[in-house]
Nanobody, 122 residues
Framework: QVQLAESGGGAAQVGGSLRLSCVAS????????MAWYRQAPGQQRDLVAS?????????VDSVKGRFTISREHTENTATVTLQMNNLKPEDAAVYYC??????????????WGQGTLVTVSS
């Protein structure tokens, strides 16, 4: 069974940076696309960025040029990282790591992390 463990959330100032990491452990050979979602209070959970097994990234327009998603694999783990630069107040949210245990798209993700809080203050 695969589990996702997130780390790296916290507080930052406007214009600052944070780095989120999510480590998948277990039967990671089945993991396909990985992604980061975020959910602000009172809003729905939205996709922020995703990355395929081949390393092809996707970003929503609001984070293009500021966020970078990457992934790496070892024999027993898969890690997806989100480097967030030039943070804005609207980036504040709970960020969730997600992954698909198969070849399907990220909106069919069947693995979710517990969430990590990002706050941005001016």
């Amino acid at each position: 069974q695969v589990q996702l463990a997130e780390s790296g959330g916290g507080a930052a100032q406007v214009g600052g940076s944070l780095r989120l990491s999510c480590v998948a452990s277990g039967f990671t050979f089945r993991i396909g696309i990985m992604a980061w979602y975020r959910q602000a209070p009172g809003q729905q959970r939205d996709l922020v960025a995703s990355i395929t097994t081949g390393g092809m990234p996707y970003y929503v327009d609001s984070v293009k040029g500021r966020f970078t998603i990457s992934r790496e694999h070892t024999e027993n783990t898969a890690t997806v990282t989100l480097q967030m630069n030039n943070l804005k107040p609207e980036d504040a949210a709970v960020y969730y790591c997600a992954a698909n245990q198969g070849p399907g798209p990220i909106d069919a993700a069947d693995l979710w992390g517990q969430g990590t809080l990002v706050t941005v203050s001016s």
